[in-house]
């Protein structure tokens, strides 16, 4: 009975799928230090997880690599974006301490300066109005010195100029220094700085409503080469642009037709583009089958559950009009138009 029992055992065992072996120190590595730009999926948590473990032995063999606390403050800013806001401000701040200390370990490191300066970044949200101020400056000065030490650097010039553009003046934004990093970028060899330069400029242009240069970069930057190249990412910019700061929804039209013609069939901003320009058309019995689209495959689609509201309610249809801004009201209520839903709603109620 009991050999019996314990081939009974081995044959289970022998058939049970194989548990993944966790990957080598090089393979985690990879894993956590992907290049910014790249397009692969994000690694899945239970692949972090086994990478942390492995990249954890390994700067323990060696607590004088930088090259492993590197890697570890990758593996926690990955944690972060894979976890809700709220949860993810611990990995955030371990993120920060450990790019840092990579950072102070190797000072000559353009890609850990690049990184450290992203972590701060990101890390800004979490914090109090003087915790702010500070990350910011740490932040743009480690871009600065990256880009001082490898002025080749892509990462740390659009960083830096993404930094003059959204800062105040008082606390060192510049467009004219935004426009210089967006040159900077144009004049790397090889191009590998064309795409993000354009882009740039672009941004650049905006800022100043010079719709004509904004719309120029971003024509270019659709056949542009270089890191981050994405023609895509340009035309959606373009059609954002020209919806939203132009507001100028016939110039918006072909470059909203060229981008649903291109865009995969589950691109769900090309749907709502598609919505977006033709309610600024005036045409919101042509846009409300698209903005139902976009809300029946994402419910949280702030753009798309707007524009279905407002064209109900153009359209006469009051009481699926109040339904979308209660909801709206519901979902967001602190956005900046969670406010006017409340109040349209009340009002359909009442007519």
């Not at 492995?54 to 063999?61: D, E, H, I, Y």
């Not at 060192?172 to 590998?192: F, H, V």
Request: aromatic share 8%.
């Amino acid at each position: 009975m009991l050999r019996w029992a314990v081939v009974a055992i081995a044959v289970l065992v022998a058939c049970a799928p194989a548990l993944a072996a966790d990957p080598d120190a090089e393979e985690a590595y990879a894993l956590v230090a992907r290049s910014v730009w790249s397009r692969d999926p994000f690694p899945k948590p239970e692949e972090i997880a086994a990478a942390r473990r492995v990249l954890s032995a390994q700067a323990a063999r060696e607590p004088s690599s930088a090259r492993w606390t590197f890697a570890l403050g990758r593996a926690a800013g990955i944690e972060a974006d894979q976890a809700p806001r709220d949860k993810g401000a611990a990995k955030r701040e371990e993120a920060v301490a450990l790019l840092e200390k990579a950072a102070r370990a190797q000072p000559g490191n353009a890609e850990y300066l690049f990184w450290y300066a992203t972590a701060a970044f990101e890390r800004v949200d979490d914090v109090g109005m003087l915790s702010k101020m500070s990350l910011a400056s740490d932040g743009r000065k480690a871009y600065e010195k990256a880009a001082a030490l490898d002025p080749h650097h892509v990462g740390a010039r659009v960083g830096l100029a993404q930094f003059y553009l959204g800062a105040p003046a008082i606390a060192g934004g510049s467009q004219e220094k935004a426009a210089a990093q967006g040159q900077a970028l144009l004049a790397i060899p090889g191009g590998r700085g064309e795409f993000q330069g354009r882009m740039m400029l672009a941004r650049v242009a905006a800022q100043q409503e010079n719709w004509a240069e904004m719309t120029r970069q971003l024509t270019a930057a659709q056949s542009a080469k270089g890191d981050g190249a994405d023609p895509l990412g340009a035309m959606r910019l373009l059609a954002w642009n020209l919806l939203n700061g132009k507001k100028d929804p016939q110039s918006a039209l072909p470059v909203v037709e060229r981008y649903v013609a291109a865009a995969p069939a589950d691109d769900l901003t090309a749907l709502f583009f598609d919505g977006e320009v033709k309610r600024q058309l005036g045409r919101c019995a042509d846009a409300l089958p698209r903005y139902d689209e976009v809300i029946a495959k994402f419910p949280d689609a702030r753009g798309s559950r707007w524009g279905a509201a407002v064209c109900q309610e153009q359209l006469g249809k009051k009481a699926e009009a109040r339904k979308h801004y209660e909801e709206y009201a519901r979902r967001f209520p602190e956005d900046d138009r969670a406010k006017e839903a409340r109040a349209a709603a009340k009002r359909l109620a009442g007519s």
